[in-house]
């Protein structure tokens, strides 16, 4: 019976060898027939073929277009600009600066310092700066209750932004004094409010600040623009028509600092107790002198960025659907949840 | 000895098999799976396979996209992509101090969108050179039209609604260009969108207008006085109504942001344009879009129209007190 059993098994087993042998000569004779696969090909197998050569064809095109430009500095030798960004929550907020990384995604070498009006921070400009692909660094600083403005205060009342700028400066100090060079590093700091808007000329201008550069400014003031009057190539006065005996009186969008004057400065900040008006010059007057400013913009004659405002949105029907319980969906983010109590 | 021949066996059995086994997972992914000819990303699908392959082919687009968009952010614009829709962006513009900032920023914006046709129509009756250089210089695929409102349509009396809304004539006179410049026929896929000057875009909003077929619909923010306005997308993903304040019971309540129509459309329906006169506030949008589509056939974009990629921001009118009637600055300066 055991040896039945066993002769059984053999041939079982020498029908499986021998199946499984021509199974693998079969497969082996497919891989040579590799130029019979239109069967197996289907639309979709098509498109990812067609896609992938896309893909390859536009980055040679980058590659080359690249190569053909104007040789320059390489990007990482260029000074950097870190912009600091002061915001707050409110209707407008994502929209204004979703539409001020696109501008600053544009500009090679640029370091956003943004720092948010907030006990913490906000997922909403969390979130914001991590898609945006901008290089950033993000922090927060509240303003103290009695410096705030309040609803229904006209916007010159307080002065806005000095606590998150100073924070920036703090940061970027300490963030720079644990980096190779010490004071002498390369670099240009750049005040960037959240609704002005910024050709990317300016940001060219200012690379090359030594100490202070300046440049006319558009829509301030109560003037098309106001300007530093520059003769032989120095800054003799100020064009403005709003109190011109003021130190600087420019605007925060006018100026840039040379990172390593900031360094060399380390107590040079924003007063926020200063008069209306004089927030630019209760920072630069310890910096600079009228005469050593860098006039730019082709010796400030055209205007390369712009004071605009963002009106607020009229939110008569929202608040009308509120009374209602009928408001529109908050979980929609647009403003943050902060925001909605003093709204 | 029978336990070792055993073992040889099976080592001869399985050998075989484990070889043939990886050649097969080597070659294509075998024609057995899905044929489904949908492109929709939705989630639904038959078998688990079918959906990882119809995501791998969406995710192979996007790829593109963002390859394109975080490699070449020095190079402007990204360059032409033969697969990419053209989106025609249609811009009517009119002079005031803040037009040169907002076409700027506007620029900004749309130098990252590939494939992507400027029509900037300016409300003048001569092309400006502050907007013909500012196009020259910004290096956007473009194209410069400009036409004038006529300021004297009172004569007629029309008192219900004395003036044409804003914009009207310019975008009739984009529609009309593209109609003569592209054949119904042999015409490459494109899509059509309204973007006025001072409203703010997310870059976001441009790949979801993409592939609209017929014409396609999402929220925008700060528009009839609320937080935002939304089409109302029911469980099957079509859209039945408005979520509006305002008239909720116009054709198409929505706003001029709110919708992008596919460029065959436009060019298949040479008659549709935006009514120029008797049309009451707020109803501009149905009276280009009742023309082209019904409410069914609205597909709605941003996750079933629950994300907002657009604001209808309006930006301040600048003070210029200080200016006074002489005009304090030098006027050569173009701001």
Known sequence: MATRMKLKLKTVFVLYFMVSLLGLIYALMQLGQRCDCTEHDIPKDRTISRLRGELHRLQEQIRKSEATKQPQKPPDRQPTVFVITPTYARLVQKAELTRLSQTFLHVPQLHWIVVEDSPHKTPLVTDLLVKSGVTYTHLHMPTAKDRKLQEGDPSWLKPRGVEQRNEGLRWLREDRRAQPGGDNQQGVVYFADDDNTYSLQIFEEMRSTQRVSVWPVGLVGGMKYERPVVEGGKVVRFHTGWRPSRPFPMDMAGFAVSLKLVLSNPEACFDGEAPMGFLESSFLQGLVTMDELEPKADNCSKVLVWHTRTEKPKMKREEALHAQGLGSDPAVELVDFIQQRSG | ?335
């Open chain 2, 1 to 335: 000895m029978p336990k070792r021949r055993d073992i040889v066996a099976i080592v001869l059995i399985v050998l075989p098999w484990t070889l043939l086994i990886t050649v097969w997972h080597q070659s294509t992914i075998t024609p057995l799976l899905a044929s489904q000819k949908d492109d929709r990303r939705d989630g639904r699908s038959n078998s688990r396979n079918t959906f990882a392959f119809k995501e791998s082919c969406s995710l192979q687009n996007r790829d593109i996209v963002e390859v394109v968009r975080t490699e070449y952010v020095y190079s402007r614009p990204p360059p032409w992509s033969d697969i990419l829709s053209t989106i025609h962006v249609i811009t009517p513009t009119y002079s005031r101090p803040v037009q040169k900032a907002e076409l700027t920023r506007l620029a900004n914006t749309l130098l990252h969108v590939p494939n992507l046709h400027w029509i900037l129509v300016e409300d003048s009756q001569r092309r400006t050179t502050l907007v013909t250089h500012l196009l020259r210089d910004m290096g956007l695929n473009y194209t410069h039209l400009n036409v004038e409102t006529p300021r004297n349509y009172k004569i007629r009396g029309d008192t219900r609604d004395p003036r044409i809304p804003r914009g009207t004539i310019q975008r009739n006179l984009a529609l009309r260009w593209l109609r003569e410049t592209y054949n119904v026929n042999s015409s490459q896929p494109g899509i059509v969108y309204f973007a006025d000057d001072d409203n703010t875009y997310s870059l976001e909003l441009f790949e979801e207008m993409r592939s609209t077929k017929k014409v396609s619909v999402w929220p925008v923010a700060f528009v009839g006085g609320l937080r935002y306005e939304s089409p109302k997308v029911n469980t099957l993903g079509k859209v039945y109504g408005w979520k509006t304040v305002f008239d909720p019971h116009r054709p198409f309540a929505i706003d001029m942001a709110g919708f992008a129509v596919n460029l065959r459309l436009i060019l298949s329906k040479p008659q549709a344009y935006f009514k120029l006169r008797g049309v009451k506030g707020g109803y501009q949008e149905s009276s280009l879009l009742k023309e082209l589509v019904t409410l069914g056939d609205l597909e709605p974009k941003a996750a079933n129209c629950t994300k907002v990629l657009v604001w209808h921001t309006r930006t301040e009118k600048p003070v210029l007190v200080n200016e006074g009637k002489k005009g304090f600055t030098d006027s050569n300066v173009e701001i």
